[in-house]
Nanobody, 119 residues
Framework: QVQLVESGGGFVQPGGSLRLSCAAS????????MGWYRQNPGNQRELVAT???????DYADTVKGRFTISIDNAKNTVYLQLNNVKPEDTAVYYC?????????????WGQGAQVTVSS
């Protein structure tokens, strides 16, 4: 059973930093892409950042220069470093991964981690 388990959410003051982690477990062949999305009540889930197993990254314009996504392929873990956070970064952050168990990738989601930016 493939699972994504997130950790690292919490409260942070504006201008502060926080790091999220997401580890994939179970039996699978590869993870071509991992990423982070976020969602607030009443809003659609939006892309924050993605990273390929080769290290290629993509960021939403709203977080460029402040957030950094990285991956540890040996640990099947993706990280999101949030720096210089703003109140509008408050959301539930979800990890996503395209995981190949046999032949084709399937999309998996983590349980979500609440990030609250407030003074």
């Amino acid at each position: 059973q493939v699972q994504l388990v997130e950790s690292g959410g919490g409260f942070v003051q504006p201008g502060g930093s926080l790091r999220l982690s997401c580890a994939a477990s179970g039996e699978f062949r590869s993870i071509p892409v991992m990423g982070w999305y976020r969602q607030n009540p009443g809003n659609q889930r939006e892309l924050v950042a993605t990273i390929s197993s080769g290290g290629g990254t993509d960021y939403a314009d709203t977080v460029k220069g402040r957030f950094t996504i990285s991956i540890d392929n040996a640990k099947n873990t993706v990280y999101l470093q949030l720096n210089n956070v703003k109140p509008e970064d408050t959301a539930v952050y979800y990890c996503n991964a395209a995981i190949v168990e046999r032949f084709l990738p399937s999309s998996y989601w983590g349980q979500g981690a609440q990030v609250t930016v407030s003074s």
